[in-house]
């Protein structure tokens, strides 16, 4: 079965902490994607990153790098540096093709990042 | 700015009514997908179309029913509505239905119902 696990429901650090943040994943599928969303406090959801299965590299973009791991199923993301400004809900979320060719998203439950002053 | 526009951004409601979503994707992409982020059940996929057709479906209630029109924006339809049904509604569009194509949000539509 599909399913996104996001062990850390809540997480506070204080300004230019590195954070990471956990997510692990199942699925059936060789083929499959892997995101990173956003979700600010004003509600929207802001995409990060996408990553495909075969592609095992670690990623970094600015502050922000993510660790994908298919021999643990996990796609971790690393804030370097915090800011207030990365205060949000961070959601996981895989999509595969596991009954049909669709694209719908699986999102893990979140993970609130609090970043003190 | 995804490109993507849902409509109203907020809508209060009472119990037994009936209410429709509106959403309209990037330009040029072609599959509409909603989702409903709930504190009960988080974020969930709720139902994809393409092209006008159903292309999958989610945990969507028989209450609620979508559909794509020739245009391509897409309308989610819910009914009898209960307090339960309170929670904000994505609308994401792709260019195409498939695992190829990354999927872009709307603000989001937040039901309450009272």
């Known amino acids: 079965a599909q399913k996104v696990t996001q062990a850390q429901t809540e997480i506070s650090v204080v300004e230019k902490e590195d954070v990471t943040l956990d997510c692990v994943y199942e699925?059936?599928?060789?083929?499959?994607?892997l995101f990173w969303y956003k979700q600010p406090p004003s509600g929207e959801l802001v995409f990060l990153i996408r990553?495909?299965?075969?592609?095992?590299q670690n990623e970094i973009s600015g502050r922000y790098s993510w660790n994908f791991q298919k021999s643990t199923s996990s796609f971790n993301f690393t804030i370097t540096a915090s800011q207030v400004v990365d205060s949000a809900v961070y959601f996981c979320a895989l999509s595969d093709i596991y009954g049909g060719a669709t694209n719908k998203l699986i999102f893990g439950t979140g993970t609130l990042l609090a970043v003190q002053p | 700015d995804s490109g993507v526009t849902q409509t109203p951004k907020h809508l209060i409601t009472a119990t037994g009514q009936r209410v429709t979503l509106r959403c309209s994707p990037r330009?040029?992409?072609?599959?509409v997908y909603w989702y409903q982020q709930s504190l009960d059940q988080g974020l969930q996929f709720l139902i994809q179309?393409?092209?006008?057709?159903?292309?999958a479906k989610g945990n969507i209630l028989e209450r609620f029913s979508a559909q794509q029109f020739p245009d391509l924006h897409s309308e989610l339809n819910l009914s009898s509505l209960e307090l339960g049904d309170s929670a904000l509604y994505f609308c994401a569009s792709s260019f195409r239905g498939d695992l190829t194509n990354e999927q872009y949000f709307g603000p989001g539509t937040r039901l309450t119902v009272t």
């Open positions: 179309y393409y092209n006008g057709e159903e292309r």
């Open positions: 990553r495909n299965s075969f592609d095992e």
């Open positions: 330009s040029g992409d072609l599959s």
């Open positions: 699925t059936r599928d060789t083929t499959y994607y």
